[in-house]
């Protein structure tokens, strides 16, 4: 019964290096959502993909992030050239379907940290 | 004006008490909304979904007030194990982005 799955849990990253998030859904799901959350903050919206597809990526910022989701294997959300600004816990979560009620589970997150 | 908002406490509240929290949103054309719990340091962790009927689980009663725009959870019988920041999140139709409060902490005294 595997949840939604991240790796790497934890990623410490010196200034200006890049970061690769990764995010597998939960079986069957096919709809991936990226979601950060900066401390003592609340969970923002950053990118929603579909195989192959970026549907809505409203909150990425517009520079140094990018996200995708191939037809085989992980979602990733790439950061580049990373600052102290963007140390935050990054969540995916996956939802089956889009019926009237888009259930979302969320993974357990990756924590960032930029020295 | 915040598009959810939720009061931040933190509510203390002694063990078996019943707790309520609300969450108001500011978009009428709101479709779908949600309740969740995040433990420190853990992933949010879906609670409810909140229908136009509201909902009951348990302990956990989710209501929704379309009127005057809010959402509601209620905890009867709280237990330690209650403890948790509590988050509401609401999306917009035709939206499938999730617009989360920014949570009530909560915390169940012995």
């Known amino acids: 019964n595997a949840g939604v799955m991240q790796n790497p849990r934890h990623l410490v990253r010196r200034r200006g290096q890049e970061a690769r998030l990764r995010c597998s859904p939960m079986?069957?799901?096919?709809?991936v959502y990226w979601y950060r959350q900066l401390p003592e903050e609340g969970l923002k919206f950053m990118v929603y993909l579909q195989k192959e597809n970026i549907i809505d990526e409203s909150g990425m910022p517009k520079e140094r992030f990018s996200a995708e989701f191939p037809k085989e294997g992980p979602s990733i959300l790439r950061i580049q050239q990373v600052v102290r600004g963007d140390s935050a816990a990054y969540f995916c979560?996956?939802?089956?379907?889009?019926?009237?009620?888009?259930?979302?589970?969320f993974g357990p997150g990756t924590r960032l940290t930029v020295t | 004006r915040k598009e959810v908002e939720q009061d931040p406490g933190p509510f203390n509240v002694p063990e078996g008490a019943t707790v309520a929290f609300n969450c108001t949103y500011s978009?009428?054309?709101?479709?779908?909304f949600f309740w969740y719990r995040q433990d420190c340091r853990k992933e949010p962790k879906l609670l409810m979904s909140?229908?136009?009927s509201g909902n009951e689980d348990g302990r956990f009663t989710a209501q929704l007030n379309r009127a005057s725009q809010y959402i509601s959870l209620l905890i009867r019988d709280s237990k330690l194990s209650d403890s948790a920041t509590y988050l509401c999140?609401?999306?917009?139709?035709?939206?499938?982005?999730?617009?989360f409060g920014t949570g009530t902490r909560l915390t169940i005294i012995p």
């Open positions: 999140a609401v999306n917009d139709f035709g939206n499938e982005k999730l617009t």
């Open positions: 909140v229908y136009s």
């Open positions: 978009n009428s054309a709101s479709q779908s």
């Open positions: 979560a996956s939802s089956l379907n889009t019926g009237e009620f888009y259930e979302q589970y």
């Open positions: 079986k069957g799901h096919s709809h």
